[in-house]
């Protein structure tokens, strides 16, 4: 005897027209065709608009300044352009610095790759963008100073 499987319904009880149903999901399902939860996004959107601030901000690098393709390993160093220096060996040119910059970039990529809402999502992108925007501005001002 084959068993079906109970259909799965929300926790809360909307009344479903005929034709209507709810899937495994979580989804609507109106005569065959789904309907995404309209704040919900998806994996696919979720991993373009992330790679897509990422080619973005590497352009903005790179097209101004070409020859900077060469040190792009070291594109988190630009956060701590702004904050004041230290003693004569500075923290900010250590390896330890290049890799809390590299981790907080990755942590931010996890925690955001893995937030299904759209509000959460894009409160991380958001955050991307602006470290992205303050690490730029980092690296134009590492870079022109350093060529002074």
């Excluded at 009880?13 to 609507?28: K, Y």
């Excluded at 809390?100 to 990529?109: E, Q, R, S």
């Excluded at 955001?112 to 690296?139: D, V, W």
């Amino acid at each position: 005897m084959r068993r079906t499987s109970r259909r799965t319904e929300p926790r809360y009880r909307v009344p479903l027209h005929a034709g209507c149903s709810w899937n495994a999901v979580g989804g609507l399902v109106v005569r065959g065709l789904k309907m995404e939860s309209p704040n919900l996004i998806s994996l696919k959107a979720r991993c373009w608009l992330w790679i897509a601030a990422w080619c973005v901000a590497f352009l903005a690098l790179l097209v101004p300044m070409p020859f900077a393709w060469r040190s792009l390993w070291m594109f988190p160093l630009g956060l701590y352009q702004f904050m004041p220096r230290g003693s004569e060996t500075d923290w900010r040119d250590s390896p330890s610095a290049l890799i809390f910059g590299w981790a907080v970039y990755a942590a931010l990529t996890i925690y955001a790759l893995r937030q299904i809402k759209r509000a959460r999502y894009f409160a991380s992108f958001a955050l991307l963008c602006g470290l992205l925007l303050l690490n730029l501005a980092g690296c134009y001002h590492g870079i022109h100073t350093a060529r002074m």
